[in-house]
């Protein structure tokens, strides 16, 4: 049995911090695989037991370190080898978050995994150790915020093209392309360019990730149908959105999601949609309890 908690931040880490989760688990020797899927947030991560190990299409498997940073995919990036005693909490920043608060430009973080003491010092450190210290989910989420606090009192301005990011939702056709550029007085050629240099990746690419996000989040909030789903977000077909998801996720959509994980958290719509707009812990945090997946039933 897994037990995965989700919450909404304070409302004035809102713009920065998309949710906080944690994943709490008995598993024995066996191995549950959960998807790195395609995102585009960074997670900061901090296991306090049994360390995860990360599974690459490539054959290579590496233990993560306690603390770990994971920058946006535009894929696929592995599996998680979940095994032994996991306990876990991760803090999902936005996309452009850390740009903000840090100055780290979103570019140099695409497809990052590293130490994430090696990212931002003895501040994380201290944090890890606050959070295992902590003896409940709502206590980290008190930690994390009086942490984090500490840096929104003056963020970056979002870069030009960093603010054009959110018009390219919910399609990622051409043409819509072509009207966010002609928008910005660039050509096609000169904002694609732009675009890749400041975020990391094509404005396509971008489009692609938030839509394939947000399909997640309708399906847990409203269960409503994929078919519905792919209508609502401009997808041309089913077969379209099936497509999508195979190669940010590596399955089919209903599969995906049974087998998903804390690298893409439950409910976070609902959890956002309940917080209270006060300072401290969020208003509601929500739970989703579910049996491991066996990865021998993936298709």
Same mark, same amino acid.
């Given at each position: 049995?897994?037990?995965?908690?989700?919450?909404?931040?304070?409302?004035?880490?809102?713009? %920065?911090? !998309?949710? @906080? =989760?944690?994943?709490?688990?008995?598993?024995? /020797?066996?191995?549950? *695989?959960?998807? +790195?899927?395609?995102?585009?947030?960074?997670?900061?991560?901090?296991?306090?037991?049994?360390?995860?190990?990360?599974?690459?299409?490539?054959?290579?498997?590496?233990?993560?370190?306690?603390?770990?940073?994971?920058?946006?995919?535009?894929?696929?990036?592995?599996?998680?080898?979940?095994?032994?005693?996991?306990?876990?909490?991760?803090? %999902?920043? !936005?996309? @452009? =978050?850390?740009?903000?608060?840090?100055?780290? /430009?979103?570019?140099? *973080?695409?497809? +990052?995994?590293?130490?994430?003491?090696?990212?931002?010092?003895?501040?994380?450190?201290?944090?890890?150790?606050?959070?295992?210290?902590?003896?409940?989910?709502?206590?980290?989420?008190?930690?994390?915020?009086?942490?984090?606090?500490?840096?929104?009192?003056?963020?970056?301005?979002?870069?030009?093209?960093?603010?054009?990011?959110?018009?390219?939702?919910?399609?990622?056709?051409?043409?819509?392309?072509?009207?966010?550029?002609?928008?910005?007085?660039?050509?096609?050629?000169?904002?694609?360019?732009?675009?890749?240099?400041?975020?990391?990746?094509?404005?396509?690419?971008?489009?692609?990730?938030?839509?394939?996000?947000?399909?997640?989040?309708?399906?847990?909030?409203?269960?409503?149908?994929?078919?519905?789903?792919?209508?609502?977000?401009?997808?041309?077909?089913?077969?379209?959105?099936?497509?999508?998801?195979?190669?940010?996720?590596?399955?089919?959509?209903?599969?995906?999601?049974?087998?998903?994980?804390?690298?893409?958290?439950?409910?976070?719509?609902?959890?956002?949609?309940?917080?209270?707009?006060?300072?401290?812990?969020?208003?509601?945090?929500?739970?989703?309890?579910?049996?491991?997946?066996?990865?021998?039933?993936?298709?």
């Amino acid at each position: 049995m897994q037990t995965l908690q989700t919450a909404a931040p304070d409302y004035r880490l809102a713009p %920065f911090v !998309r949710c @906080f =989760a944690s994943r709490e688990s008995m598993l024995g /020797p066996s191995c549950v *695989l959960q998807p +790195l899927v395609g995102s585009l947030e960074h997670i900061l991560s901090f296991d306090f037991c049994d360390p995860t190990r990360m599974s690459y299409p490539t054959g290579v498997v590496k233990t993560f370190p306690p603390i770990q940073f994971l920058g946006a995919h535009t894929g696929l990036a592995g599996f998680a080898c979940l095994s032994g005693h996991i306990r876990s909490f991760g803090i %999902f920043f !936005r996309p @452009f =978050a850390l740009w903000q608060l840090f100055g780290i /430009p979103a570019a140099e *973080l695409v497809g +990052l995994e590293c130490d994430g003491a090696a990212v931002w010092g003895s501040w994380v450190t201290e944090l890890w150790y606050r959070l295992g210290c902590s003896r409940s989910f709502s206590e980290r989420i008190t930690v994390s915020t009086e942490t984090l606090l500490r840096f929104v009192g003056s963020p970056r301005p979002l870069t030009s093209i960093m603010s054009t990011a959110r018009l390219l939702f919910p399609s990622d056709t051409s043409a819509k392309i072509t009207q966010v550029a002609r928008e910005s007085a660039m050509s096609i050629r000169s904002y694609e360019r732009r675009f890749a240099y400041g975020v990391g990746f094509a404005p396509k690419e971008f489009a692609r990730l938030a839509r394939f996000a947000r399909a997640i989040d309708l399906r847990r909030m409203n269960k409503d149908s994929w078919l519905n789903i792919s209508h609502e977000l401009s997808y041309y077909d089913q077969m379209h959105m099936i497509r999508d998801f195979r190669l940010l996720g590596g399955d089919a959509p209903g599969r995906l999601l049974r087998v998903d994980s804390d690298f893409q958290p439950w409910s976070i719509g609902n959890a956002l949609r309940a917080t209270a707009k006060t300072g401290g812990v969020p208003a509601k945090t929500h739970d989703e309890k579910y049996e491991a997946a066996d990865p021998s039933t993936r298709a």
